[in-house]
């Protein structure tokens, strides 16, 4: 059952779950610094901790999904002459 894949739409799904988790840790962290109470900040620090643990195992389970976006080397050359071109 482990090597079963992921439907699209739980693929998509997992993915947004991983970036909101990844942007709550980033928050977690830089909010750190502005907290004064200790108490507050040790269980800021666990949170980081937790999820930093969790998005590895959601990143786990995303490698099931059925498609890779590969990532380009450099971007992509902007189209500039759109002569010819109807936008609706």
């Known amino acids: 059952m ?7 739409h739980e693929s ?33 620090k666990k949170d980081v901790e937790q999820s930093i643990q969790a998005l590895g195992q959601l990143q786990e389970v995303y490698k099931r999904a ?4 590969p990532v380009p080397e450099n971007r992509p050359t ?3 002459n759109l002569k010819g071109v109807h936008m609706h």
């Open 12 to 44: 998509l799904d997992l993915h947004e779950v991983i970036n909101f988790k990844t942007l709550c840790v980033g928050k977690s962290k830089l909010m750190q610094g502005l907290v004064f109470d200790d108490d507050l900040r040790n269980l800021m």
């Open 66 to 69: 059925p498609f890779e976006a």
């Open 78 to 80: 902007p189209t500039v």
């Open 2 to 8: 482990d090597n079963q894949k992921l439907a699209a």
